[in-house]
């Protein structure tokens, strides 16, 4: 089946990492992808991953991919206030080319 | 320019009225979708495009009936709208059906009173 989980709240120290965790159910998933959606705006791709990878890093952003244990993670390095907003993981089964299953999001906040 | 614009942003209505949201891209893409967000965030797909052709219909009331004129324009028409129809109804683009990114619009927030 189609599901993709994720920790619905996550509470970090500016300047510290931020992790967060996903995981997914279909083991065909060609693409996994990180949405970020700040208040009152749409997603916006952050980066996302082939499943043939296992780590793929952008600047402050590193994603790794465990296929074994179809488990996905963002980390954000030095987290700053700008990166409080919801993280949504997703994926694309092979399946089903044009669907994207989402994550319900992890609400990241960021204390000073 | 905004690539993909979806108007109204707010939408305050009646159960049992018709009403309708339009959505443009001007991306150039090929694809576009309807996704909706309840109000515990979850997101979920509701149809697609493909150049003009229906490829996505999900478990959606038919209520619901999207209606695309040309690949720059998805439109969602939801009649009878009933109370369980509020939420963000989101518009997005991709480039092709194999899709690696999808854009979104800013979302339409639709509230049947």
């Known amino acids: 089946g189609e599901d993709v989980e994720q920790s619905l709240f996550l509470s970090v120290r500016e300047g510290d990492s931020s992790v967060i965790n996903c995981t997914y159910t279909?083991?065909?998933?060609?693409?996994l992808y990180w949405y970020k959606q700040e208040p009152g705006a749409g997603l916006q791709l952050l980066t996302y991953i082939f499943s043939n990878m296992d780590m793929k890093q952008d600047q402050r952003l590193t994603v790794l991919l465990n296929k074994k244990d179809k488990h996905l993670s963002l980390r954000i390095a030095d987290t700053q206030t700008g990166d409080s907003a919801i993280y949504f993981c997703a994926e694309r089964p092979y399946s089903s080319a044009s669907k994207i299953i989402f994550g319900s999001g992890t609400r990241l906040s960021i204390r000073p | 320019d905004t690539a993909v614009s979806q108007t109204p942003k707010y939408l305050v209505t009646q159960m049992g009225n018709d009403k309708s949201i339009k959505c443009e891209q001007n991306?150039?893409?090929?694809?576009m979708y309807w996704y909706k967000q309840d109000s515990k965030k979850f997101l979920k797909i509701m149809f697609s495009y493909n150049n003009k052709e229906l490829i996505i219909n999900e478990t959606v009331p038919n209520r619901f009936s999207p209606k695309s004129p040309d690949k720059a324009h998805l439109n969602l028409h939801i009649n009878s709208l009933e109370l369980g129809d509020s939420a963000v109804y989101f518009c997005?683009?991709?480039?092709?059906?194999?899709?690696?990114?999808?854009?979104f619009g800013s979302g339409t927030q639709l509230s049947v009173l």
């Open positions: 991306l150039g893409h090929d694809t």
């Open positions: 279909d083991s065909s998933s060609t693409y």
């Open positions: 997005a683009s991709s480039p092709k059906t194999t899709n690696e990114k999808l854009f």
